[in-house]
């Protein structure tokens, strides 16, 4: 068993064993745990009734979260001429399309969400075995396809999180930054479970939301009381 850090030690101690919490518990919490020496995020896992097997019950969509998340977000655009406008004075980062493939292909990757209109998905398409590792293939089912790109790019820069089951059932995602008002991660994490909760599939039965956990980037996960969630 590895060793464990001075300040995950002194994180672990301040946590009662077998207690789950209410939101604003963790976030007092999370708050008051040593810190890194970095603004950490405060990420929220959630265990789904689901069988991320079947396509029916993937789980997956985007969300504008009331406060944001805290983070400056590098977007990059895949589009025709036609759009390339729109999603420059939207505030897009990269704009492009077979030049843009080209720095995808050379490994230069710098930007953190990418978008695309229909009609460069020939190019993109190409890409997917460098992006979809990488978790930034577009997708229409999350809104990262789209003719409206001028509103994606918007959304992406105030603070939109994706969020999509991985191969156990489980959504991740970042809800803000530790240092936010508790009660902002409050109404952010409030967001996120009522997209969830009307992402919910017909086919699922039984318990949707089994387990959630919210933790800070370097930090011990809290798990929360889910009867305080409404669940």
């Known amino acids: 068993m590895p060793?464990?850090?001075?300040?995950?030690?002194?994180?672990?101690?301040?946590?009662?064993?077998?207690?789950?919490?209410?939101?604003q518990e963790a976030f007092e919490l999370l708050q008051k745990m040593p810190k890194a020496k970095f603004r950490e995020s405060v990420d929220l896992s959630v265990n789904l009734g689901v069988d991320p097997r079947k396509s029916d019950q993937a789980v997956r969509g985007a969300i504008v979260l009331p406060h944001g998340t805290g983070r400056t977000i590098r977007i990059a655009v895949f589009t025709s001429s036609n759009h390339a406008d729109a999603?420059?004075?939207?505030?897009?980062?990269?704009?492009?399309?077979?030049?843009?493939?080209?720095?995808?292909?050379?490994?230069?990757?710098?930007?953190?969400?990418?978008?695309a209109t229909p009609d460069a998905m020939k190019v993109v398409g190409q890409l997917g075995q460098i992006l979809g590792?990488?978790?930034?293939?577009?997708?229409?089912?999350?809104?990262?396809?789209?003719?409206?790109?001028?509103?994606?790019?918007?959304?992406?820069?105030?603070?939109?999180?994706?969020?999509?089951?991985?191969?156990?059932?489980?959504?991740?995602?970042?809800?803000?930054?530790?240092?936010?008002?508790?009660?902002?991660?409050?109404?952010?994490?409030?967001?996120?479970?009522g997209a969830l909760r009307k992402a919910k599939p017909s086919t699922s039965k039984g318990i949707y939301i089994k387990k959630a956990t919210l933790s800070t980037t370097m930090g011990i996960g809290l798990s929360l009381d889910l009867s305080s969630l409404g669940v």
């Open 3 to 23: 060793k464990l850090t001075k300040r995950r030690r002194a994180s672990r101690e301040m946590i009662t064993p077998g207690k789950v919490y209410t939101p």
């Open 87 to 115: 999603a420059t004075k939207a505030g897009a980062d990269l704009v492009g399309l077979e030049d843009l493939a080209e720095q995808v292909k050379a490994g230069k990757i710098d930007f953190d969400v990418l978008l």
């Open 133 to 193: 590792p990488r978790g930034l293939m577009p997708n229409p089912k999350d809104g990262t396809v789209t003719t409206d790109i001028a509103n994606a790019v918007k959304n992406a820069k105030i603070g939109q999180v994706r969020y999509r089951t991985d191969k156990a059932g489980v959504i991740h995602c970042t809800i803000g930054k530790v240092d936010f008002k508790a009660t902002d991660l409050a109404e952010n994490l409030d967001a996120v479970l």
